[in-house]
């Protein structure tokens, strides 16, 4: 079998473009994981610092949730490369398997005024 420096140069390529292509998507994949992790860590500070804050489910961009989205989205489009252009809605055809998502953080009750009833007291 006989080949020649072109033929090579094509193959040589080629891998190096697959291979590439793959670390971009697996070092997106973990930038991503970790702005997730920021993300919470900077929420549950803020939570420490103001307990009154209002929780993050009803948020309408939450970062944790969008980076651990987009690190899904990586990690799913390494052997498909177009998916990383087309945000499409996990389990669609095109889309990323559903995955359960993190759990919303449990809500903490505020204690009843403790001076007896008064007008407006909820």
Same mark, same amino acid.
């Given at each position: 079998?006989?080949?020649?420096?072109?033929?090579?140069?094509?193959?040589?390529?080629?891998?190096?473009?697959?291979?590439?292509?793959? @670390?971009? $998507? &697996?070092?997106?994949?973990?930038?991503?994981?970790? #702005?997730?992790?920021?993300?919470?860590? /900077?929420?549950? %500070?803020?939570?420490?610092?103001?307990?009154?804050?209002?929780?993050?489910?009803?948020?309408?961009?939450?970062?944790?949730?969008?980076?651990?989205?987009?690190?899904?989205?990586?990690?799913? @489009?390494? $052997? &498909?490369?177009?998916?990383?252009?087309?945000?499409? #809605?996990?389990?669609?055809?095109?889309? /990323?398997?559903? %995955?359960?998502?993190?759990?919303?953080?449990?809500?903490?009750?505020?204690?009843?005024?403790?001076?007896?009833?008064?007008?407006?007291?909820?």
């Amino acid at each position: 079998m006989r080949f020649s420096l072109r033929t090579l140069m094509i193959v040589m390529s080629v891998a190096c473009l697959f291979f590439g292509w793959n @670390a971009f $998507l &697996r070092r997106m994949a973990a930038y991503h994981r970790a #702005k997730e992790n920021e993300a919470e860590a /900077a929420y549950r %500070q803020l939570v420490s610092e103001h307990p009154g804050i209002v929780p993050r489910v009803f948020w309408e961009h939450d970062p944790v949730l969008h980076h651990a989205n987009r690190a899904r989205d990586f990690d799913h @489009a390494l $052997l &498909r490369p177009w998916l990383v252009f087309v945000h499409c #809605k996990p389990g669609s055809i095109l889309g /990323a398997p559903i %995955q359960p998502g993190p759990r919303p953080p449990i809500v903490k009750r505020l204690s009843l005024r403790d001076d007896g009833p008064q007008v407006g007291d909820y």
